[in-house]
Each structure stands twice: as C-alpha cells, then as structure tokens.
C-alpha cells in the first residue's frame, strides 16, 4: 500500500492511496486542472481511479469533485448526511457514480479494508477514514477540533499518519482573523494546534517505526517548520523523541509528497 499527500492546506486537501489492485482519492479540494497536474507529478492516472471517498462538504475538500468525477466515471463515497450537504454543490451525479459508506463502518477492496470513523467537526456529519492492508495501517485525521478518546482507539498503532497540525495558538490569537473565525477554530469543532495534535500523537504512537505528515497547516496561522518544532518539542516532553522511530514530514497546499510505502 502505497500514498500521497498531493496537497494539504487551507485552500484545499487531497490524498491518494493506492496498492496493486486499486487506487483511491480521498477528497478533491482542488481544481480539476489542479488535480490532473498534481497527478502527473506522482506519475499517475485520475482515469484509473476505483473510488472518490469524502469526508465532509467543506469546499476545500469538494472543490472539484463533481468535474473530476463526471469527467472519468468514477464512483463517488460518502456518508447520507455528507451527500444531502454537498449534492447542491457539486452539480449532478449520475446515480451509478453514487455510493453510500456509512460512519464507523468498514468497506473491503480486494486485500484493502477502508474503515471510516467520526471526527469533531462544524460539517454535517464529518468523518475521516484508516486504510488497513497485510497488517501495515494508514490513518487520514486533518479536520478535528479535539482528538476524542474514540478517535484514539480506532487510529492507534498505525504506521503512517497524515495528522492534523492547524494552528499555532499564538498566531491565531494575535493574527488578523475576526474573533468569530478564531473562537470557531479553537473551539472542538474546528482545528487542533500544533501542541494538541502533538499531545493525541503521543497517546497513539507505538513504539515502532512510525511516519507523521503533518497537514492542513494553516495558511496565516501557522509554518511548515514551526508546526515541525512545535510537534518535536511537545512530542519530547511526553518522552517520544522525533527521528529515533517516528519521523516527522510536512506536507504543501501546491506540491505533493513523494508517493510512498505505508
């Protein structure tokens, strides 16, 4: 099983998972011309793709499912709540590209389990999605304004995380946001910061090697290396060192990372 962030951010997030059968995107919140080239960049075919799941209808996770899917065919997943929410923004679907993945449930894809689980979030019903495949785990968590004890249970012990680090609490306090954006962010069903995210990373790291893309960084309130020290530090003052075995990665708004092995 193989992924990549092809981009995280503010302004929009997708990500690709794949392994020798099927290949998936989670969200399209970007362009379609956008994502045909950031396909191209990890050399692959958005033709090819088996499934579209979403995890909420937020624009910056939609923005461009309803050309991407249309334009190739391919099948869309998402729960009931999520598709009423989104179906007046992303145009028409044909009902054959419409699929329904209930929360807390699992779908099987030939030898890859996809599990779907509730996050705390100001969308309908968001929830965010583990790939399970040979015993190797890929957890997805960018939108959450709290890491709940169930969230814990069901992303513990994966090998890769791609883990929400929004916001330097700082910046946003002392940034250029109205008061009603900041209390909407900081609040549970907004964004984690970068020291939150890192406190529920401590509390679900095992002690094998284990990757973190940090992700969904914002834009004015938060920077690539800050997020990193941030991560590192709190991460250090609850006895994990970053670089012995968890290792740290950012991702981008505009660049993908490099399409890995989970």
């Known amino acids: 099983m193989k992924f990549s962030v092809l981009a995280s951010g503010s302004s929009g997030n997708a ?14 919140g970007l362009s379609g011309k956008k994502m045909e080239q950031l396909f191209s960049e990890i050399d692959r075919d958005m033709k090819k793709l ?50 329904q993945f209930d929360m807390e449930t699992v779908k099987t894809f030939g030898t890859m389990d996809i599990q779907s689980f509730a996050v705390s979030h100001d969308a309908v019903d968001p929830m965010f999605y583990i790939f399970h495949e040979n015993g190797r785990k890929l957890v997805l968590i960018t939108d959450t304004g709290y890491v709940s004890d169930r969230m814990k249970g069901h992303i513990k012990g994966a090998d890769s995380f791609v883990f929400e680090s929004n916001h330097d609490v700082s910046m946003l306090q002392m940034g250029r946001y109205p008061w009603s954006i900041k209390r909407r ?30 992700s969904h960084l914002s834009k004015d309130n938060n920077m690539k290396d800050l997020a990193r020290m941030s991560v590192e530090q709190t991460l250090k003052s609850c006895g994990i060192v970053a670089g012995e075995y968890v290792h740290l990665h950012d991702t981008d708004a505009n660049v993908p990372t490099e399409l890995v092995l989970v």
């Not at 979403?54 to 190739?72: F, N, P, Q």
């Not at 907004?190 to 973190?212: C, F, L, P, Q, W």
Request: proline share 3%.
């Open 185 to 214: 962010i900081l609040s549970d069903v907004g964004h984690v910061s970068n020291e939150d995210a890192a406190v529920a990373m401590s509390e679900v790291i095992d002690i094998k090697n284990t990757h973190i893309y940090l």
């Open 50 to 99: 088996s499934g579209i799941f979403i995890t909420h209808e937020h624009s910056d996770h939609i923005k461009g499912l309803g050309v991407v899917a249309r334009k190739h065919g391919i099948p869309i997943y998402a729960n009931e709540k999520t598709w009423l929410a989104m179906d007046p923004l992303i145009g028409k679907v044909p009902i054959e590209q419409r699929f």
């Open 15 to 28: 990500i690709y998972v794949e392994n020798e059968e099927h290949s998936f995107l989670v969200d399209v």
